[in-house]
T-cell receptor, first 115, second 110 residues
Framework: DAGITQSPRYKITETGRQVTLMCHQT?????MFWYRQDLGHGLRLIYY???????DKGEVPDGYVVSRSKTENFPLTLESATRSQTSVYFC??????????????FGEGSRLTVL | EDQVTQSPEALRLQEGESSSLNCSYT??????LFWYRQDPGKGPEFLFT???AGEEKEKERLKATLTKKESFLHITAPKPEDSATYLC???????????FGSGTQLTVLP
């Protein structure tokens, strides 16, 4: 099915473990994003990518690593998870058109709990 | 740094009771203001784009308006299915990507 899918939808891990959240989109959108959503903070941008092999930091990148070897995939890795990284993570994508700057398509989210 | 503030944080309405949600912003060189709807357990869904003061957009019971300092999302005769969290976001000349507000959680009671 066309769209943007995230996996896993739910993950419980322990402090210090490495975790990778996967994001796959079938639209061939050039831009992809990772956000975290926490009560009282709204959506905060972690990293984004304008194209394959091009990534850039957002507002809260510390503790996270991203890669984009293929246009359709944009995994987010927590190299050593901390409790403060407990959150709901959303992947999003959009076209490269200037007129579509604010029209993001979001996945269903990945709820991560770090114990 | 761009700032986006939404109010109220939560709003409870009776079915049919019209109201407005507010999104005030402080940005340098606004290039667009965007409204999203988010249902529980789901990702946000794009609703509207507004580019300049005075612009209005409508979709069913929703109408978004924009001034130089804020945007309103007017909900006319809401129904229970309009219950959701509504997010606004800005894109400016100084920020490289969207800045989101914290959202207004709307509950419409039957």
């Amino acid at each position: 099915d066309a769209g943007i899918t995230q996996s896993p939808r739910y993950k419980i891990t322990e402090t210090g473990r490495q975790v990778t959240l996967m994001c796959h989109q079938t639209w061939s959108h050039s831009y992809m994003f990772w956000y975290r959503q926490d009560l009282g903070h709204g959506l905060r941008l972690i990293y984004y990518s304008a194209a394959a092999d091009i990534t850039d930091k957002g507002e809260v990148p510390d503790g996270y690593v991203v890669s984009r070897s293929k246009t359709e995939n944009f995994p987010l890795t927590l190299e050593s998870a901390t409790r403060s990284q407990t959150s709901v993570y959303f992947c999003a994508s959009r076209t490269g058109d200037r007129g579509s700057t604010g029209e993001l398509f979001f996945g269903e989210g990945s709820r991560l709990t770090v114990l | 740094e761009d700032q986006v503030t939404q109010s109220p944080e939560a709003l409870r309405l009776q079915e049919g009771e019209s109201s407005s949600l507010n999104c005030s912003y402080t940005v340098s060189g606004l290039r667009g203001l965007f409204w999203y709807r988010q249902d529980p357990g789901k990702g946000p869904e794009f609703l509207f784009t507004l580019y300049s003061a005075g612009e209005e957009k409508e979709k069913e019971r929703l109408k978004a308006t924009l001034t130089k300092k804020e945007s309103f999302l007017h909900i006319t005769a809401p129904k229970p299915e309009d219950s959701a969290t509504y997010l606004c976001a800005t894109f400016s000349g100084s920020a490289r990507q969207l800045t989101f507000g914290s959202g207004t959680q709307l509950t419409v009671l039957p």
